[in-house]
């Protein structure tokens, strides 16, 4: 006779426990010990001993339906969890997208910003060769100041875009790092409900 594979093993542990967890078979021992108790003729103590012994499978019964539902329970908080951080996941992303978008809005503004100052720069260069006049100086300190007020400008917009590309990452980080420990979780249930009834087989 060859040896018996583990899979025959849990085919026959499901057959006789129905889901694994020997209720149907408690249930079936139970009616037939009902039937076996009605119709035997036993002493009042035997037949005490017998309804006791009833009681007992009817309690073991009662406990694992009630963890079942405790189980069931907690699958759908757990669902509803799931589906909360997806939803989550789902804003920040379209947040995310969103902020790339005006980042790079910023960005076609901070190139227009320094084309213009390569201009003022170029004009500034052009007045600078004019005579020293009262006027010409008072330009020259209005496109100064104006470049520095584009130069500010375009260090804050640099600065929000480098905090921005550092936000998305920490994002993508977490999405990913979330992912994993989805697929470790289904992974870790998946080898928890295959292991299960080889274990009550043995």
């Known amino acids: 006779m060859g040896a018996v594979t583990d899979d025959e093993v849990i085919r026959k542990r499901l057959l006789i ?4 967890a020997g209720d149907d078979r408690r249930i079936n021992v139970l009616l037939k010990s009902f039937t076996k108790w009605c119709n035997s003729p036993a002493t009042p103590e035997e037949g ?3 309804y006791q012994r009833m009681l007992s499978t009817l309690a073991q019964c009662e406990l694992s339906m009630g963890k079942t539902l405790m189980v069931y329970d907690m699958n759908l908080r757990e669902m509803e969890n799931y589906e909360k951080i997806y939803s989550n996941i789902e804003q ?5 997208h969103e902020k790339i978008a005006e980042c790079k809005k910023e960005i076609q503004r901070a190139k227009r910003i320094r084309k213009n100052r390569q201009e003022y720069d170029a004009l500034a260069k052009v007045i600078q060769q004019h005579p020293d006049r009262h006027e010409t100086l008072k330009q020259l300190e209005a496109l100064d100041k104006e470049l520095q007020h584009l130069c500010h400008i375009k260090e804050n917009v640099d600065a929000k875009l480098e905090l921005r590309k550092k ?3 920490v994002l993508l980080s977490t999405i ?3 992912q994993q420990t989805l697929e470790n979780d289904e992974k870790s249930d998946n080898d928890d409900n295959h292991e299960s009834p080889a274990e009550n087989g043995e």
């Not at 426990?17 to 694994?20: M, Y």
């Not at 920040?92 to 995310?96: G, M, P, V």
């Open 17 to 20: 426990d129905g889901d694994g």
């Open 167 to 169: 936000q998305f990452h």
């Open 48 to 50: 005490f001993t017998q």
């Open 176 to 178: 990913q790092e979330l």
């Open 92 to 96: 920040n992303i379209t947040s995310a």
